[in-house]
C-alpha cells in the first residue's frame, strides 16, 4: 500500500521556483508530523523542512528563507515551495513522517542546471 506519493519535481534553471506536493493517506497525515527529505547524487539523504503541528517548522539551513512548508488539511497534503533554486539543490526529493516511520516513496526529482 502506497502511503505516501510525492509530485512536482522536474526541470529548471538557477533562481527559479518550484512547488513539490506529497499527499498522505488520511491516516498518516492527521497523526504524524511530515518532513520534506533530500538525497542529491552522491550524499545520504537529509531532511530538508519538517511541519510541527504545535505551531512551529524546522528548516535546515541551507534553505532557510528560501523554502516553505505548509499543509493542506482538506487535502492529506504537505507542500514544499522552493524559492531561488541554486544547482547544489539537484536532488531527489522524499516526504516521510518527521521521525521517519514509513517506507520510503519513490520520490521526486529536481534538476537545477544552466
Known amino acids: 500500500q502506497v502511503e505516501l506519493v510525492e509530485s512536482g519535481g522536474g526541470l529548471l534553471q538557477p533562481g527559479g521556483s518550484l512547488r513539490l506536493s506529497c499527499a498522505a493517506s488520511r491516516s498518516i497525515f492527521s497523526t504524524n508530523n511530515l518532513g520534506w527529505y533530500r538525497q542529491a547524487p552522491g550524499k545520504e539523504r537529509a531532511l530538508v523542512a519538517s511541519?510541527?503541528?504545535?505551531?512551529?517548522?524546522f528548516y535546515s539551513d541551507s534553505v532557510k528563507g528560501r523554502f516553505t512548508i505548509s499543509t493542506d488539511n482538506a487535502k492529506n497534503t504537505v507542500y514544499l515551495q522552493m524559492y531561488n533554486l541554486k544547482l547544489e539543490q539537484t536532488a531527489v526529493y522524499y516526504c516521510?513522517?518527521?521521525?521517519?516511520?514509513?517506507?520510503w516513496g519513490q520520490g521526486t526529482k529536481v534538476t537545477v542546471s544552466s
Open positions: 516521510n513522517t518527521a521521525a521517519v516511520t514509513l517506507q
Open positions: 511541519d510541527i503541528r504545535a505551531g512551529n517548522t
